[in-house]
C-alpha cells in the first residue's frame, strides 16, 4: 500500500463547505425503481377518490402509497417484513398526530407533539437503516395531519384508508420478484465489483484513491448486508457471496486485481442469466461464512442521542418561529428542519443549502404549472403523480434538484381539500423553508455530539483487535480455514466502520482534536494484514514466503 501522511488535528470549528454542495452526481442505478413505484402506489387510489368525488380524502390514501418509495435495495424476502415495518411505522405516527388534533387545537401543543414524533422517526429510521428516504416522508405525513382539522370518530376510518393503500404500496413493492427474484442482491454485488475495480484502477496510490477505497469498502459491506439480510440459502446466493469476495480481496490488494475482470462480473449481473463463477480455491468458497456487521438495535440507538435531541429541538423551535410569524402552516418549518439532520454538522449544513435551493426553484415550478393543475381535480391529481415521478428520478443526483419536484407537489396536495390562494401558498412556503433551515441549523450547532471522538478511539479499538487477531492466525502453522475466512471478514467490517466513523467525527464541531494519525496507521497495517490473509486463503498470488510475514506487520 502506498503511504498516506497523516492529517493534523482539526480545529474545533470548521469551515462549512460551499464548493460541490449543488453539483449533480450520476443518477442511481434503479432510479427508476422507486419513481415507478410510487406513481403505481399513488395513481390508483387517488384516481378511485376522484371518480368517488372524495379528493378531500387523498391525505390519508397518500399516507401508505408513500411508504412504496422505501426498501427498493433490499432483497425481496428481507422487503417484504421491512416494508410491513415502515407501513407500521406510517400509520403509527399517522395515528398519535389524527388523534392529537382531535383533541387539542393548540398549534403549540401540534407543534411540539410534531418536534417529538419527528426526533422518534429519525432515530428508529436511522437505527434500522431504513435507507431512503428515511424519515422525511414519515415526518411530513405526521406533521401535516397535525393541523388538518379532525374528530376522534374519524379517525378509524382514516387510518382504515392509509392501512388500505400501505397493502396496495407493499403489493407494488414486492411485484418485481415475480420477474428478477435475486434482483437487489445482483445490483448490490454489482456496484460491489465496480467500486473495486475503480480502486484497483488507482493501483492503492495517487489523490482520490483513499475515496475510492472508502467507497468500495462501503460498497462490499452494503453487498453483505444485502445478501446476510435473508437467511434463506440458494445457489444464486453462494455464487454472489464467491464475487463480494473477490471485491473485497481486490480491495485488499489492489496492485494484483484485475479491474477488467472484475468489471465484466458486474455487467453479467445486470441479466437474469446465471451468475458467474468466482474462481475461488476450493478451500476458499466452502468456507463463505459472512460477518454480520450490523448491531443490535438497542446497541445503535445509544450514539442517536445527539442527533434525537437536535430534531427534537430543531423542529420544536422551526414550528414556533413559524407560529410566530403568523405562519398558517407552521409544520412546513417543521419539516424542513427535520429533513436536514445528517451524520454530523458539515452534512446538515450542505442538506440545508440543498433544501432551500430547491424549495425556492420548486415553487417557482408551482408557480408555473399551477393554472394547469386549476383546470379541474383530474389535472390537479395527474400533475401530483407526475412530480411524484420527478422527485424520484431526479433526487439521487442531489437532493435539491429532487426538492425541486417535491415542493410543488407538497403545495399540490394542500389543494385537495380545496383551491388555495397561489401567492399566499407561495410566500409562505418560503418563509417556512428559511426559518425552518436556519433554525434548524443553529439547533445542530447548540447540540453539540461529544460522543464522536469516543466513537473513533471505540472503532480504533476494535479495528487493532480485529487486526491482532488475523496476524495471530497467520502466525500460526496450520489456521483452520473457517476461522481464517472469519478474521478476514472481520478486520474488513472493522476497517470500513473505522473509515466510516472518522469520517463522521470530522465534520462536528466543538470537540476534542481527533487522532487522525492514529487512524491513518491502523488503516494502513489492517489493509497489509488483509492482504495477508487473503494470500494465505490463496485468493491472490504469493509473492514469497516472507510476504506474509512483512504484510501482517503494523
Known amino acids: 500500500m502506498s503511504s498516506v501522511h497523516p492529517t493534523p488535528a482539526s480545529p474545533p470549528a470548521r469551515r462549512l463547505p460551499f464548493a ?38 387523498a391525505m390519508y390514501a397518500m399516507a401508505g402509497s408513500l411508504c412504496a418509495l422505501y426498501t427498493h435495495n433490499r432483497p425481496y424476502a428481507a422487503r417484504a417484513a421491512a416494508l410491513l415495518w415502515v407501513v407500521l411505522g406510517m400509520l403509527g405516527g399517522l395515528a398519535v398526530a389524527l388523534v392529537a388534533a382531535s383533541l387539542t387545537g393548540s398549534a403549540v401543543v401540534l407543534v411540539t407533539v410534531g418536534a417529538l414524533l419527528a426526533a422518534a422517526q429519525k432515530v428508529l429510521c436511522d437505527a434500522t437503516r431504513v435507507g ?60 460491489a465489483l465496480r467500486a473495486a475495480a475503480a480502486y484497483a484502477e488507482t493501483g492503492g496510490a495517487g489523490e482520490g484513491h483513499a475515496r475510492a477505497r472508502a467507497a468500495g469498502y462501503a460498497a462490499v459491506q452494503a453487498a453483505w448486508q444485502s445478501l446476510l439480510s435473508t437467511r434463506a440459502p440458494s445457489r444464486t446466493r453462494r455464487a454472489l457471496e464467491r464475487l463480494v469476495v473477490r471485491a473485497e480481496v481486490a480491495l485488499a490488494a489492489p496492485a494484483d486485481a484485475d479491474a477488467g475482470r472484475l468489471r465484466a462480473w458486474a455487467r453479467s449481473l445486470r441479466s437474469t442469466g446465471p451468475v458467474p463463477s468466482a474462481g475461488l480455491p476450493p478451500a476458499a468458497a466452502d468456507e463463505l461464512l459472512g460477518v454480520e456487521s450490523a448491531r443490535p438495535l438497542w446497541a445503535r440507538l445509544g450514539p442517536l442521542t445527539p442527533l434525537a435531541a437536535r430534531t427534537a429541538l430543531g423542529c420544536a423551535l422551526a414550528g414556533y418561529a413559524s407560529l410566530a410569524l403568523g405562519i398558517g402552516r407552521p409544520y412546513w418549518a417543521l419539516v424542513t428542519a427535520a429533513s436536514l439532520y445528517q451524520a454530523n454538522i458539515a452534512l446538515t449544513w450542505s442538506r440545508a443549502v440543498q433544501r432551500v435551493v430547491g424549495n425556492v426553484v420548486g415553487v417557482l415550478v408551482f408557480a408555473a404549472v399551477v393554472p394547469l393543475a386549476h383546470l379541474g381535480q383530474a389535472a390537479l391529481v395527474l400533475c401530483c403523480v407526475a412530480f411524484s415521478f420527478g422527485a424520484e428520478a431526479l433526487i439521487s443526483r442531489n437532493y435539491w434538484l429532487g426538492s425541486v419536484c417535491v415542493t410543488p407537489m407538497a403545495l399540490l396536495i394542500t389543494e385537495f381539500a380545496g383551491p388555495q390562494e397561489p401567492g399566499a401558498l407561495i410566500t409562505e412556503r418560503v418563509v417556512d423553508t428559511v426559518v425552518g433551515a436556519l433554525v434548524g441549523f443553529a439547533a445542530a450547532v447548540v447540540v453539540t455530539n461529544r460522543r464522536a471522538g469516543d466513537r473513533v478511539e471505540h472503532a480504533l479499538t476494535a479495528a ?3 487486526r491482532e487477531h488475523a496476524a495471530r492466525l497467520l502466525a500460526g502453522p496450520h489456521p483452520g480455514a473457517a476461522a481464517l475466512e472469519a478474521a478476514r471478514r472481520a478486520l474488513a467490517v472493522a476497517l470500513a466502520d473505522l473509515r466510516a466513523t472518522a469520517d463522521a467525527a470530522a465534520g462536528e464541531w466543538w470537540q476534542r482534536a481527533l487522532p487522525q494519525e492514529r487512524v491513518v496507521l491502523a488503516e494502513q497495517s489492517g489493509h497489509r494484514t488483509l492482504a495477508a490473509t487473503a494470500r494465505r486463503q490463496g485468493l491472490l498470488p504469493d509473492r514469497g514466503p516472507d510476504t506474509e510475514t512483512e504484510d501482517a506487520r503494523p
Open 20 to 57: 460541490g454542495v449543488l453539483r449533480l452526481g450520476r443518477p442511481s442505478d434503479i432510479w427508476f425503481k422507486p419513481a415507478l413505484s410510487v406513481v403505481a402506489a399513488i395513481a390508483p387510489p387517488n384516481l378511485t377518490l376522484l371518480a368517488l368525488g372524495r379528493l378531500d380524502l
Open 132 to 191: 431512503p428516504p428515511g424519515n422525511v416522508v414519515l415526518t411530513f405525513v405526521s406533521s401535516a395531519s397535525l393541523f388538518v382539522p379532525q374528530t376522534l370518530d374519524r379517525v378509524p376510518g382514516h387510518l382504515a384508508l392509509a392501512a388500505a393503500t400501505g397493502a396496495w404500496a407493499w403489493l407494488v413493492c414486492m411485484a418485481p420478484a415475480l420477474l428478477r427474484p435475486h434482483g437487489p442482491e445482483r445490483r448490490a454485488t454489482a456496484s
Open 464 to 466: 487493532d483487535r480485529a
